[in-house]
């Protein structure tokens, strides 16, 4: 195992603990952000940081990427790539499969964790109702009124995978860009916390799942560049 993967691993260790043992803060961090009136200023740049764990967002940054970087080509959609995304005739192609099948693992299977885990968003509970952070599961706590169609998706956070996916793909191919690539989802994942769309153990198992979706993918292959 490389030193690249391990690193990786133990970013997916350290974010799934984190995100385990955020749970009993949840309502407690929530509350002093819808108390506290976060300057101005900040939300403004967490606003704008969002892009990077938005789909529209995200896919601007790769296409700029992709045609800024001659050493990656989209992936054919032809066989043997149909076989084997990863199992390309040219090595920018065989990156560009490995950079896009990265972004997608973690946030894919993010997706099918909230049809199948229903968690009311801070934006959409009464705390009145709430004794435990259990009773964000579920339809318990659910503020009467109107609602959107994506209140009860709160666990895990899609943008927090996301954003971790698009910043673990990146330093994968551009490893000198790791400390601002990090910043920024870092940011992203704040942004949802502070936008009262997500308590901090999605935002920290989100991408959790989005760095683990991406190390499988990206597996202990190394861009000679980055070498």
Not at 130 to 150: H, Q, Y
Not at 181 to 195: D, H, M
Request: proline share 6%; with cysteine.
């Amino acid at each position: 195992m490389t030193t690249t993967v391990k690193m990786r691993l133990v970013a997916f260790t350290a974010l799934a603990t984190l995100g385990l043992l955020a749970f009993p803060t949840d309502i407690a961090v929530v509350l002093w952000i819808q108390n506290s009136h976060p300057p101005k200023e900040l939300m403004r740049f967490l606003n704008f940081a969002e892009v990077f764990g938005h789909g529209i967002g995200v896919a601007m940054l790769m296409i700029g990427t992709f045609c800024l970087d001659r050493s990656i080509q989209f992936p054919s959609i032809t066989w043997p790539a149909i076989r084997w995304p990863t199992f390309q005739p040219t090595t920018a192609k065989r990156y560009g499969a490995r950079m896009l099948g990265g972004l997608l693992a973690g946030p894919l299977t993010v997706l099918l964790l909230k049809q199948l885990i229903d968690r009311a968003r801070p934006r959409a509970t009464n705390y009145d109702l709430v004794t435990s952070v259990l009773d964000t599961f579920g339809t318990t706590a659910l503020a009467i009124g109107p609602r959107g169609s994506s209140d009860l998706h709160s666990f895990p956070s899609g943008h927090s995978a996301t954003a971790a996916a698009l910043a673990t793909v990146l330093i994968w191919k551009y490893p000198q860009g790791r400390l601002f690539f990090f910043a920024l989802a870092v940011s992203a994942c704040l942004q949802r916390i502070f936008s009262m769309s997500h308590y901090p153990s999605d935002a920290f198992l989100g991408a959790a799942c989005g760095v683990l979706g991406a190390t499988i993918v990206l597996g202990r292959d190394i861009p000679n560049d980055s070498q």
